[in-house]
């Protein structure tokens, strides 16, 4: 028995404290915001999970302290654009090489850092691995069987979380190639918004068939660029998350883009959601990224002349179908 500490109590902690608990191990689940631990304390269930109901023996603190030390694993699920200040507000807790699992995806628009890397400069002597895949937290915590991936620096540390979190519902693979994962979970929200905004439009399959196929290639295009591995983007945490989170009305991306399609803005369709919606967050820093890389990312940058740039989204869907002509496969020979 591990004893691990969730810190955040939104819908994804939420389901992997459950998940271990029934793994048998002693969980705590750590909220900055005193009143959702209060309501997880009275209640066992959080507003956004209905149905998914926490062990009386899992504690639930807004006391960092109480979560942090003597940890065995601190599970970092709070939303992207906190991972800073919560990694800051518990950096002098953690103890040398004390292990932390980021399971939150994005990437800081300001310094274009990985949420693993945020992790490792406010915290650097934690040992930080990344735990990503096609997982929405409502199927997750119902027992929905899951395949996920765990990755790490040390082999070591990643067969160990991922002997954890392992169960009959819960499948854990293990990488190397963190770099890809953080890449692939982060860009799949913004292409997520792309899939959502064409369902807004009320295009059908086809299209949506065409943004998934397209858009994991734009996700390997500049992942591989910066130094991830291109297998990583055909595998879980590529192409698989890209598919779920384009398909399911479980993707806060995809139903914010289709708000975003019928008409609102990107922060009328965030209040409606009342979600964070990473994806938003992401896409300045992909077109950054684009830049820095020489990458072009046609869809991605279509999203941000929609969100940012009030651009009408049927005339950027027109403009991406009469783009120059292309060839699919580069470096394909032809016979004659």
């Known amino acids: 028995m591990a004893k691990v500490s969730i810190m955040g109590g939104g819908s994804w902690g939420i389901a992997l404290a459950a998940l271990l608990e029934k793994n048998g191990h002693k969980v705590t689940v750590w909220s900055a915001l005193k009143d959702e631990v209060e309501m997880l304390r009275v209640n066992r269930e959080h507003k956004m999970m209905p149905g998914v109901f926490l062990a009386e023996d899992i504690l639930c603190t807004d006391d960092e302290r109480e979560a942090v030390e003597g940890s065995d694993l601190l ?9 800073r200040r919560t990694a800051r507000r518990i950096s ?40 990503s895949g096609p997982s929405h937290a409502e ?7 899951t395949t996920i991936v765990v990755g790490a620096k040390s082999r070591e540390t990643a067969e160990y979380i991922q ?18 994962m953080e890449l692939g979970g982060a860009l799949k929200n913004v292409v997520a918004l792309a899939a959502g905004i064409a369902d807004g439009l009320g295009y059908g399959d086809n299209t949506k068939a065409a943004l998934i196929t397209r858009g994991i290639a734009e996700i390997a295009r500049l992942g591989t660029a910066m130094g991830g591995k291109y297998e990583t983007f055909c595998g879980l945490t590529g192409i698989g998350d890209l598919i779920v989170t384009c398909a399911s009305m479980h993707s806060r991306n995809r ?13 009328e369709a965030m209040a409606e959601v009342k979600m964070v919606v990473e994806g938003v967050y992401s896409a300045k820093a992909a077109m950054q990224l684009a830049a820095k890389y020489h990458v ?19 005339q950027a869907v ?9 060839i699919e496969v580069s470096g394909a020979q032809w016979e004659n």
């Open 75 to 83: 599970v970092m699920a709070v939303a992207s654009s906190y991972t």
């Open 92 to 131: 002098s807790l953690v103890s040398d090489r004390q292990k932390i699992l980021n399971v939150a995806k994005g990437i800081e628009e300001d310094t274009l850092m990985t949420l693993s890397e945020i992790i490792e400069q406010e915290i650097p002597q934690a040992d930080v691995a990344v735990m």
């Open 139 to 145: 199927e997750v915590g119902r027992g929905i069987p």
């Open 163 to 180: 002997s954890l979190f392992m169960s009959e519902v819960f499948r854990v693979y293990v990488s190397s190639d963190i770099l890809g």
């Open 255 to 267: 139903r914010a883009g289709i708000l975003i399609g019928q008409g609102k803005t990107y922060e």
């Open 296 to 314: 072009q990312l046609p869809i991605i940058e279509q999203v941000n002349q929609i969100l940012f740039e009030g651009k009408n989204a049927a």
């Open 318 to 326: 027109k403009e991406l179908m009469l783009r120059d002509r292309k």
